[in-house]
Every structure is written in C-alpha cells, then in structure tokens.
C-alpha cells in the first residue's frame, strides 16, 4: 500500500528534529601539507584526529569546532599555496553538511566561498557559513566581524575564530538561539564602539556585558528584505529550522514516494503527512503554534502548469484542477512560522 509509510517516516523525522538540529555537521577547509596521503577526512570526535596530521594552528581549528559539539567534522585539505578553492568546493558539493568555515582564507578569497554558498542554497542545498567580514546580505552566510580574541593559548583573528563559531552553531538546538551563547574560554576582544550598528548592518560580533564574553544578536548577512524573505529571515535559528524541514520533506519525498503513482489521493495522503509533521514541529516548539503551518496542493501552480502544456483551464473549478493529471509532477504548497527565540525583555515595574 505504499504512501502511509510516510506518516511513520515524518513522525519520526518530527520526533528527533530538536536532536538532530544540536548536532550538525562542520565542513572545515585547511590548508595543510603535514600529510598528504589523503585530501579529505571526517572526524566524528576530536580524540579522532592524529595531532601529527596537522599543523598546531590547523589542529587547533577542528578542536575549536569541536567545543560546539557537533557530530562530524569534514575537513578537506588543500595546498598551503593555492587559492583555488575549485577543487574543494567541488567535493563539498556532493557531502553532507551544516556549517562551513575556512579559518585560513585570505579577505580576497572569501569572495568565491561566498558564490559557493549562494549558488548552493539556490540549488535547495541547506549549507550555511561563518566567513570574516563578509557583508554578503544572505540568509546562508553569517558575518562575523569581531577581531583581535584573545584566550589563554592565543589571539585570534576573525578569520581564525570562524572554525569556533561555526562548531557553536552546529551543536545548538533549533530551539535555542546563538543570542547570547557564552565563549568563556575568551579573556577579551576588540570591542565594538557601535554594537548596535553592527547588529543592524548584519553582522555577528562578539561583546562583554561585564561578566562573560558572549555572541551578540543571533544574525545572518541578510539585510535587504523581501516578501519572501522578511525579517525572519536574518536570524541563524530561524533559517536553521526551514532548512532543516525543508530537508526532512525533500528527502522523504525522494526516498518513499518517488516512483508512486501520481494520483489525487496520493497528492492528498502526501499532503497529509506533511502536514502530520508540522504539527510536530510546532509541538516541539520549533514553530509558532499561533501561526498557520500547513501545506496543500497548490492549485494557482498546476493552473500555470496546464496552461504552458496547452491546456485551456479557464473554466475548471478549483477542484478540477486539483485532481487534474500533472505527469510526474507534484505541486504543493504553503507557509510555516518558526518561533523565534526570546532575546529581548522589557520589564517595566510600577509602584
């Protein structure tokens, strides 16, 4: 009977999501010529990775990855003296991954890592990054800017201390945010004069509030908004949660339901267990249970669909079209509200 495996599949998928979103996977590239017997390498705890392999300095960068404890670390190595990321991107292209950051990058290489991760979540890949000074104005890139960290083994670049951040993202849970996450193995930081108009032009920055040295406001690049992409759509937990469901219904889709028959009550009972999972999200607390999260066939797409085979749809009824033969096709569609994480308080007392 096929198709109600899938309520199964999204159940399940819906009860481990909280788990499985603390613990993402870091793409790390390093330069390295230590050892050259193999160009990729993935590590799912540091008591994996051989010291002798690496550099002190490289070494250091999969250990700063690890503190956010996520669950693998991919580490592809290049040549000390290339700049030709090509080789590198092309291999991550085909792995699976969260966060990546290259901690060795130089500022004029940035730019084509940025191109990398754009072009990618373009293509529905859900790879996000930590560069350095990177105003990308992108929801996939996150722009870290602070500099000059200081902790008791050395002092940090920005570049340098992308590897760190990008293990702290990795390892929340999409139920918390970054706002606010504690660095406390750092002692101090060039701090910004204008840390609110850093927030506001986009970029992840590290202050002091006088006890700990914390992230700031839990933001990506994007500043430029839209209608499909407002707001929300700047914050790190946000964005992690539409991935990570976007993800769970593809990969379902492709996995259990490609290769069944195309008919209305498969549409619907696909519908339906898309929808099943959402609801479980919004148990979770993953998204706003005061918002609509549903999906549904989408009539206004397979309208645009018979139109451009020729089909003449001026006079079928909503319901006709719904039921309508779409080939291989299947059209769905709607809205999902992730729930934002508390950051800020007003506390108002009156006497």
């Known amino acids: 009977m096929g198709l109600p495996q899938i309520e199964v599949v999204f159940q399940n998928l819906a009860s481990t999501a909280v788990e499985r979103s603390q613990r993402g996977i870091v793409s790390l590239i390093l330069k390295d010529s230590t050892n050259t017997t193999f160009d990729e390498i993935t590590y799912k705890s540091l008591s994996e990775v051989k010291q002798e392999d690496w550099t002190t300095a490289n070494y250091g960068y999969i250990r700063d990855v690890f503190k956010g404890k996520p669950s693998k670390?991919?580490?592809?190595?290049?040549?000390?003296?290339?700049?030709?990321?090509?080789?590198?991107?092309?291999?991550?292209k085909t792995r699976e991954w969260n966060w990546n950051a290259v901690p060795g990058a130089q500022s004029g290489e940035i730019a084509a890592l940025v191109t990398?991760?754009?072009?990618?979540?373009?293509?529905?890949?859900?790879?996000?990054?930590?560069y350095p000074n990177s105003a990308s104005n992108h929801e996939g890139i996150v722009n870290f800017t602070t500099d000059e960290i200081k902790t008791d083994e050395k002092t940090y670049t920005t570049a340098e201390y992308c590897a760190r951040i990008a293990g702290v993202l990795a390892g929340l849970p999409f139920t918390r945010s970054a706002t606010y996450f504690p660095l406390d193995e750092i002692i101090s930081v060039k701090e910004s004069d204008t840390p609110d108009q850093d927030i506001n032009n986009g970029e992840l920055i590290i202050i002091f509030d006088g006890r700990k040295h914390k992230l700031a406001r839990g933001i990506n690049s994007l500043v430029t908004y839209t209608a499909t992409k407002k707001e929300d759509f700047s914050k790190i937990a946000v964005v992690e949660v539409i991935d990570?469901?976007?993800?769970?219904?593809?990969?379902?889709?492709?996995?259990?339901?490609?290769?069944?028959?195309?008919?209305?009550?498969?549409?619907?009972?696909?519908?339906?267990?898309?929808?099943?999972?959402?609801?479980?999200?919004?148990?979770?607390?993953?998204?706003?249970?005061?918002?609509?999260?549903?999906?549904?066939?989408?009539?206004?797409?397979?309208r645009q669909h018979l139109t451009d085979k020729g089909v003449d749809v001026t006079e079928m009824s909503d319901q006709e079209i719904k039921t309508a033969n779409t080939g291989s096709r299947l059209f769905v569609g709607g809205a999902i509200k992730p729930l934002d994480a508390m950051e800020d308080l007003q506390f108002i007392v009156s006497i």
């Open 244 to 302: 990570q469901a976007r993800e769970d219904i593809k990969r379902t889709f492709a996995d259990h339901y490609v290769s069944m028959k195309n008919s209305y009550v498969n549409k619907l009972l696909f519908v339906s267990a898309v929808n099943s999972y959402l609801q479980s999200l919004v148990n979770a607390g993953a998204l706003d249970g005061e918002a609509v999260n549903k999906v549904a066939i989408d009539v206004a797409a397979i």
């Open 116 to 130: 990398f991760i754009k072009e990618q979540r373009e293509a529905g890949k859900p790879f996000k990054a930590v």
């Open 73 to 92: 670390v991919l580490v592809i190595r290049i040549d000390p003296a290339s700049t030709d990321y090509t080789a590198a991107l092309n291999r991550l």
